[in-house]
T-cell receptor
Framework: DAKTTQPNSMESNEEEPVHLPCNHS???????IHWYRQLPSQGPEYVIH???SNVNNRMASLAIAEDRKSSTLILHRATLRDAAVYYC????????????????FGKGTKLSVIP | GAVVSQHPSWVICKSGTSVKIECRSL??????MFWYRQFPKQSLMLMAT?????????EQGVEKDKFLINHASLTLSTLTVTSAHPEDSSFYIC??????????FGDGTRLSIL
């Protein structure tokens, strides 16, 4: 899987929007961008994923740069429960659309939310 | 939403014993399950990938005779840590996926070997 780069840590005030960046300059045309988060002492939780277009769901929004070399996870209104390590992961689906289903976790960004 | 249940959540045992961890997909059939290990303040490391009814594929450096994986049904995979020693103490996490769906993770098993 192509490599991603994220800041080690970020802070946000409660009830403010949070923009978590991810650089993936070596992304290929068949790489999906996945975001997971891990709360303390729990397994990772799926947040969102996308390929080229921006995506929205009940948890977050994913903004993907036009050249796909970077993306941003947007939490519209941070709560204390959003304090977690956020992982940006590329998954290559291959030209057949199947590809490897493995996820390679980097160090992620530790988000702290200040009350 | 999809739920993956992992059991037990926490286990302490003596050195030399074997420990079995179960991973179940509760509301979908998991064609593939994954086992990860996470040491304190580190990221998740993939140990092995298992497809229902076939042998697991282990990552480099993971001893297949030490970490036995069984994926006998579409909803259950087990990881057995055989003859566990203190260096096997870690947080073990499973995940499961169905076709065209993201991976969903269990809440992990904290294993402490005395």
């Amino acid at each position: 899987d192509a490599k991603t780069t994220q800041p080690n840590s970020m802070e946000s005030n409660e009830e403010e929007p949070v923009h978590l960046p991810c650089n993936h300059s070596t992304i290929s045309g068949t790489d999906y961008i996945h975001w997971y988060r891990q709360l303390p002492s729990q397994g990772p939780e799926y947040v969102i994923h996308g390929l080229t277009s921006n995506v929205n769901n009940r948890m977050a929004s994913l903004a993907i740069a036009e050249d796909r070399k970077s993306s941003t996870l947007i939490l519209h209104r941070a709560t204390l429960r959003d304090a977690a390590v956020y992982y940006c992961i590329l998954r290559d689906v291959g030209w057949s659309g199947a590809g490897s289903y493995q996820l390679t976790f980097g160090k992620g960004t530790k988000l702290s939310v200040i009350p | 939403g999809a739920v993956v249940s992992q059991h037990p959540s926490w286990v302490i045992c003596k050195s030399g014993t074997s420990v079995k961890i179960e991973c179940r997909s509760l509301d979908f059939q998991a064609t593939t399950m994954f086992w990860y290990r996470q040491f304190p303040k580190q990221s998740l490391m993939l140990m092995a990938t298992s497809n229902e009814g076939s042998k697991a594929t282990y990552e480099q450096g993971v001893e297949k005779d030490k970490f036995l994986i069984n994926h006998a049904s579409l909803t259950l995979s087990t990881l057995t840590v055989t003859s566990a020693h203190p260096e096997d103490s870690s947080f073990y996490i499973c995940s499961a996926r169905d076709l065209n769906q993201p991976q969903h993770f269990g809440d992990g098993t904290r294993l402490s070997i005395l």
